[in-house]
């Protein structure tokens, strides 16, 4: 078994703090879990190519929340560099690539006169049939002008009798009943109390607590109760996913999230404020029983 470079130590101190699995890192950075295990260990031999090394450990710095080009920097004498032999390569390959182009240039310069005659003669027929429905346009419309100038009567309104009519109240009569308004509940969210990664804040003015996360990037999300008991399927998220629950009866939510920035809370459809401004956070939410 290889051992773990400084390297690999590092980024997987890193993942570990986030709560990613190797699995959980595939699926954010659709890097394979063999490569991934490479990374960590240092067995760069199973890469693809010395520039996927580069590559990947930038993809695996990033998801884990690091500074990738801080990373590369440091540890650059670790970190193979491109052969000579892959860039002299690349470089013979130029001519090919060359002679294609200017095939395509010349194709595209014999097919232009055709293009443009194509396009003149649709012009002309555009031309053509606007003119001639424009024209027959006109005839329906004089024609119909005089047909409603011939025809049309004013009908004559029948002269009601106001005498027979019964007389009815005046509206200032007639008394409104007063209308009671119920006094409306309106549910609060404290401004949250901080403790190192973990905000709580308490739920009142209402006697549900529907928790829902709108996810718009990869994010880690758990939901326990107070027994530590995970509610949902506690997995990486993608964007587009929405994950609710019905935390009523518990009382009761922590929320895990692995990137807040991807991720919005709601209760009972009113977006939860966070109190801090980092990426990693738990956020705890109890309901505030009414007396």
Do not use: C
Request: aromatic share 6%; glycine share 6%; net charge negative.
């Amino acid at each position: 078994m290889l051992l773990l470079t400084e390297l690999g130590t590092r980024l997987k101190e890193a993942r570990l703090s986030k709560g990613y699995s190797l699995d959980d890192l595939q699926e954010i950075t659709k890097i394979q879990k063999r490569y991934l295990v490479g990374i960590e260990e240092g067995n760069y031999s199973i890469m693809p190519g010395s520039f996927y090394v580069r590559a990947f450990i930038k993809q695996y710095a990033e998801a884990v929340g690091l500074d990738s080009e801080e990373i590369l920097q440091e540890f650059k004498g670790d970190i193979p560099t491109q052969p000579t032999e892959e860039v002299a390569q690349s470089l013979s390959q130029s001519p090919t690539r060359r002679k294609l182009n200017a095939r395509s240039t010349n194709r595209l310069l014999e097919t232009m006169p055709k293009i443009i005659v194509a396009l003149f003669i649709i012009v002309i027929i555009v031309a053509i049939w606007f003119l001639y429905q424009k024209k027959v346009s006109n005839i329906p419309e004089d024609e119909e002008a005089t047909s409603q100038f011939e025809y049309t009567q004013t009908p004559i309104e029948p002269i009601e009798d106001n005498a027979n009519k019964p007389e009815t109240d005046s509206p200032e009569d007639t008394e409104e009943e007063p209308v009671v308004e119920e006094p409306t509940v309106t549910q609060t969210i404290s401004p949250g109390v901080v403790d190192g990664e973990t905000t709580t804040y308490e739920l009142s003015g209402t006697d549900t607590m529907n928790i829902r996360i709108e996810v718009s990037g990869d994010t880690w999300v758990g939901v326990r109760d107070t027994n530590g008991n995970e509610q949902i399927e506690a997995r990486v998220y993608t964007a587009g996913e929405v994950v609710e629950h019905d935390s009523t009866s518990n009382g009761f939510a922590r929320i895990r999230l692995g990137n807040s920035q991807n991720a919005k809370v709601f209760v009972n459809d009113v977006e939860v404020q966070y109190a801090q401004d980092i990426m990693t956070q738990n956020i705890i939410i109890t309901l505030q029983q009414e007396q």
